[in-house]
């Protein structure tokens, strides 16, 4: 067996290079992981952490990307994922991929059945599976579906999973993204006994002060480029060091310029509570306050899973979450949108982030989706006035800049920017006082973010309140007046414009229940 | 085995009539598909046309085919609104049986008039179909569940109502499918007055309502058919109008009267379908039920109010059925879902919802009436006629895939 090259790191990603159509995902990243540690990666949303995750599993095969992977001291290729586990990487992503109607002994050996000529040998199964789960220190009988176990019960599956692969490099993505404390804390205590056990592990996380606790290597990335990589055992690397590391860029013209007009408040929810439909003894939203004035544009920043979509969709006509309690005031008067078409009735109006499951009828024609919050605004006695609909349509068109030769062509045939500008149209044309627009410029380019960006400021300007929720920092530094930002749930800074640097946010971004309450 | 043959390559010609056309058409977004449809009837009747001798276009053929597919094509109205809601309706022959049976008791055990019996049997529908409207909408089975359900309940229901045969003896019952129009306006040469009228009327109203249709797309600077193709169109239906007008108004009776409801239940949902709000929410529910949800549509109501249509549609089918048979029986309406489901896939209504056109479903509805009758008059066995049917079925939405694909407009 050579070894000789690097004894000393069980994984060296080289020069590491991943092209997507018209984007860089990934610019010569390098990574360089020591046998038996937990290294962690650290990046904001979109920096490409999952893209060098996904090129080491073989998800992306070699020949799609440039650069090297040295596993073990051999140049490895993958084509798949087979290939990786096959040499001892396993990867668990954020979005667990079980069977729910499975049992966890059958869901641990999925793929890689105990069995002899295509016969299962279930004793065989169940009990390896029962010492595997002794190994993670699950206490569940190895016959229960997966369905009747909790997320963090399933976390450790998985691993149980990663574990009778053999597994040599563990690969976590967001391992405590949708965990409650007590199950982060037994997780991380696992990936520590793992460690001991001499498996090697990647976390990728948000939340620093896991990272601080258990990582001995952090390498953080930006904008797809390897940044630095911290000793963590060393001194002086604090969790502010990450931060600096993680956003330091600056800003430049990408935003255009715009003096608020800011006048009397018009939205504010108070002790706004959420629970998980699921979970219900998990805060999704935790006790939230904001306000919002007239022709102010608010930006609410938090990291994935800090709640900040659940937040605008329970808000919007109860849409998430169950158990939801606090007040909404409009314009200081107290409303009650319990349904989706009390919310647009009380003013209120939501883009969603995902414009294509949840904001749009692909198959439908432009004009139906612009008219499709607000149909009764073109129609008499349930009859739609289609002439008047064409128009309003076209005005939107010309209006917002949507590139289609007709209103009468399918949603889906338009980019994501003029899809983005339908999804605004449809908005404006329902004639809110409050637009909570998420994610607005999520897989746009730059030309079309800044019509985008545009058009929000007319709205503020035309004396409409804006939320805009976005991952990207500079965005929210660069068009709000006023930013919020929400850590697991909880409302955890208020900074205004002036006063906003990337760190300072990120600082509040990544603050744990435990110091808010200090 | 010669229809086998015979058929294979007459499909072809209606088939790559479809091909230049959407091409041509791309930028018409669905029109393309439905002149495509129609193309592939006129085909069809052509072929048949020449297959039969002649015989399938006899007037009084004419008068038996719309006679004989009047259930299929009220079904199908229903069942393609159904279908872009992205539902499925398997209970519909079922009910048709089982208020058939009630509206056969109403006239001739409990003697009631006619008319009492009809709404009875309407209103009877609506409530069935409420009654699986509500397992589906408000609970949230699946539809197919629910329904199939429904296609045991209601079919057991109808052999406990009709025990054995009802017959019927209202005359004017009967007549609702076998009646014809009255002739007041006399003939010309063996020609009747009224149906001409009707379908001269026909044409105006459709003529009128292109033109302004077209006016109104100028007014907005918006893309309209080239116009040698509008002018095709007209000339194209005010033969097509002007063709069947003549035929009917040769045959013993002139208008029937089912096609005249027939026709008026179309227009309406026509209507209902593409100029009114409910009829857009049903096609934003099927679309994109989550986006529907979130622009404040109420999908739960949508869905409910869909199957207490199709409820009252299977009870229309049930009264035709009923006064076409002269009489009730516990067999009735035996796979009728399957045909009117057959005839919205056919008329290029989408699987997965969303997609789907009342217009079209009667196209399909037609296509396979016509398939039916031709194949009867040159005596196929019935067992073959079933097989043909079903792969008339698998190509007609092959094809539409296909086409699509080529198209880029999926995936």
Known sequence: MDTTATPDYILEMRGITKRFPGVLALSDVNLSVRRGEIHAICGENGAGKSTLMKVLSGVYPHGSYEG???????????????????????????????????????????????????????????????????????DERPDTKIIDIGVGKQQLVEIAKALSKEVKLLILDEPTAALNDEDSAHLLGLISGLREQGITSIIISHKLNEIESIADTTTIIRDGQTIETLDMRADGVTEERIIRGMVGRSLDNRFPEHTPTIGDEVLRIEDWTVHHPLDQARKVVDGASLNVRRGEIVGIAGLMGAGRTELAMSLFGRSYGSHISGRVYKDGKEIHPTNVGAAIDAGLAYATEDRKHYGLNLIATIRDNISGAAIHKVSKRGVIDRNEELKVAERFRKDLGIRTPTVEALVGKLSGGNQQKVVLSKWIFSDPDVLILDEPTRGIDVGAKYEIYTIINRLADAGKGVIVISSELPELLGICDRIYTLSQGRITGEVAREEATQERLMHYMTMEKDVTRR | MSTDTNLAPAMPPGEQARIPLSQRLAGLGGNARQYGIFAALVAIVILFQGLTDGRLLKPDNVVSLFQQNAYVMVLAIGMVMVIVAGHIDLSVGSVVAFVGGVVAVTITDWGLPWWVAVLIGVALGAVVGAWQGFWIAYIGIPAFIVTLAGMLIFRGLALVVVSQTIRVNDDSFNSIVSGSLPNFLGFSGDMDVVTLVIGALAFAAFAFSQFRARVQLRKHDLHVEAVGLFVAKLVGIALALGFLSVLLSLSAGGMPIILVIVGVLIVAYTFLMGRTVFGRHIYAVGGNRPAASLSGVRTKRVDFMIFVNIGALAGVAAIITTARGGAAVAAAGQSFELDAIAACFIGGAAVTGGIGRISGAIVGALIMGVLNMGLSIMSVDPSWQQAIKGLVLLFAVAFDLINKRRAGTSG
């Not at chain 1, 079980?98 to 000529?117: Q, V, Y």
């Open chain 1, 68 to 138: 090297d992977i040295v596993f073990e001291g051999r140049t490895a290729e993958f084509r798949s994922t087979r290939d990786s586990e096959h040499v001892g990487i396993v990867i668990i992503h954020q979005e667990l991929a079980l069977s729910p109607f499975l049992s966890i002994a059958e869901n641990i050996f999925l793929g890689n059945e105990r069995a002899a000529r295509g016969v299962i040998d279930w004793n065989h199964t169940n009990s390896e599976a029962a010492k595997l789960l002794a190994r993670v220190g699950l």
